[in-house]
């Protein structure tokens, strides 16, 4: 839901949803009297008034009345059937059903090296279950109930745009229906899920040349809200979804798996989500290194990685300088790149680029909400005068409020999404500071 950054994948064939089928028009009966229908009546009854002198006279007639009868009522079976199809047309013209995106098996030994979450466990069981549990691992996944348990959006129309969501069977469709546009009307079958819900899910349908086509509209399940997706403007309600080039469509996917073969448009389903591998890098020289009782482990030691490597490390899907240096808004927007907010930080530049991520962030674990916690890292430098000089506002607590306030996510027309952020340009921030203090 948030900015996309890096690269790769998506699963499954999933069912499209056919536009909505109206009612047939009721076929009136041909073998009805009076009206246009008498003579087709006659017809089919005259012989039954002929005079009959003996059985087999009656049987006879009673047998070619049957079959015209029976011929009549084909008849007007088939009318009926014509007439429905070409009412349906009519009143669905220029109505499109997007068809299912179809995972092809392509050869994708370039990835063979990544041998997914499971293979780190053996030895890493500690690391691999917190890991499991956290919003990264859930990054991707499949866009159907089944996946997405209780936080899957609820069937019905999307509140203030022309969007509805269509349950198909636990399969959901992105329904687009501008009123007045039926050219723009459209039914796009929902393949993944981008992001774990700890802010919001962000729909996307894959196409089948690979070009991910992103929801304009993302579901917030904490809060059981549609919001705008973060990035994207809304204004023109005929603009409902963005159809991303390759290249870009690589990118975001890449993200949120683990790999993607340079040869398929959606990951394997063992490398969906944030892993090990995504970090620590493709894990088969490494075990069988460990297996060999090799000194040469084959992977690199995070652990002693210096902070800068782990920033850009972090700064390869949270975004880096590279990312934001074509935009004047987005290199505004410290709030929503975070490794690129901390790396223009004063603390961080100052002290010789010694400020890094994990001296905040556990990288096996969800985000910590304890403000505390992170002051501790501030006061472990401007508290000790081992390098920043104290707070002459609140030497010993409330830093982060003040110096890394919760920001107002907005789009580069001035629309607010209703989401706030934290800020990781750690600064004054006069008008944070003066509303603390009530002035």
């Known amino acids: 839901m948030l900015s996309c950054i890096s690269t790769t994948p998506v699963v499954d064939i999933m069912h499209v949803a056919s536009p909505c089928v109206k009612e047939a028009p009721r076929a009136r009966g041909s073998l009805t009297r009076g ?48 007439a429905w199809l070409i009412l349906m047309a009519s009143m669905d013209a220029g109505r499109t059903a997007v068809p299912a995106f179809v995972r092809p098996v392509v050869d994708e030994s370039d990835i063979a090296d990544f041998l997914g979450d499971h293979a780190c466990a053996e030895c890493h069981p500690r690391e691999n279950a917190e890991h499991a549990r956290t919003f990264h691992k859930a990054t991707l996944r499949r866009m159907t109930r089944r996946e997405l348990g209780s936080l899957a959006p609820p069937a019905g129309p999307i509140p203030d745009s022309a969007c509805a969501i269509v349950d198909d069977g636990g399969s959901l469709v992105y329904e687009v229906d501008v009123p007045g546009r039926p050219d723009q009307y459209r039914l796009w079958p929902l393949h993944l899920a981008l992001d774990a819900g700890k802010h919001g899910i962000t729909p996307v349908h894959l196409t089948d040349g690979g070009n991910v086509v992103e929801m304009r509209r993302s579901w917030f399940p904490r809060e059981g809200i549609w919001r705008p997706t973060v990035g994207k403007s809304v204004k023109d309600p005929a603009k409902a979804v963005d159809v991303h080039e390759l290249e870009i469509s690589r990118a975001c996917i890449g993200c949120h798996s683990v790999a993607l073969s340079k040869n398929a448009f959606a990951p394997r389903p063992e490398h969906f989500g944030v892993g090990c591998e995504s970090c620590h890098g493709p894990g088969r020289a490494h075990i069988r290194a460990v297996r060999a009782r090799s000194r040469d482990l084959r992977m690199a030691r995070l652990a002693k990685a210096d902070p800068e490597t782990i920033n850009i490390l972090c700064g390869r899907c949270h975004g880096l300088e590279k990312d934001v240096r074509d935009s004047p808004v987005r290199r505004r927007m410290t709030y929503r790149f975070h490794s690129y907010g901390l790396m223009e930080s004063r603390c961080c530049q100052a002290s010789g680029k010694r400020l890094g991520c994990l001296q905040c962030h556990d990288p096996h674990a969800n985000a910590s909400t304890d403000a505390a916690g992170y002051e501790q890292a501030c006061l472990a430098c401007h508290a000790t ?14 830093c982060v409020p003040c110096h890394m306030p919760r920001r107002d996510v907005m789009h580069a027309t001035g629309e607010v999404y209703g989401l706030k952020l934290v800020e990781h340009k750690i600064a004054v921030y006069p008008d944070v500071t003066a509303a603390r203090a009530g002035r």
């Open 385 to 398: 005068g081992s390098g920043g000089s104290a707070c002459p506002v609140s030497p010993r607590s409330g």
């Open 35 to 82: 009206g246009t229908t008498r003579a087709t009546w006659e017809w089919v009854a005259r012989p039954l008034l002929r005079p009959v002198y003996c059985d087999a006279n009656i049987h006879s007639a009673m047998r070619r009345a049957s079959r015209r009868i029976l011929l009549a009522v084909l008849f007007c079976a088939l009318f009926a059937i014509g």
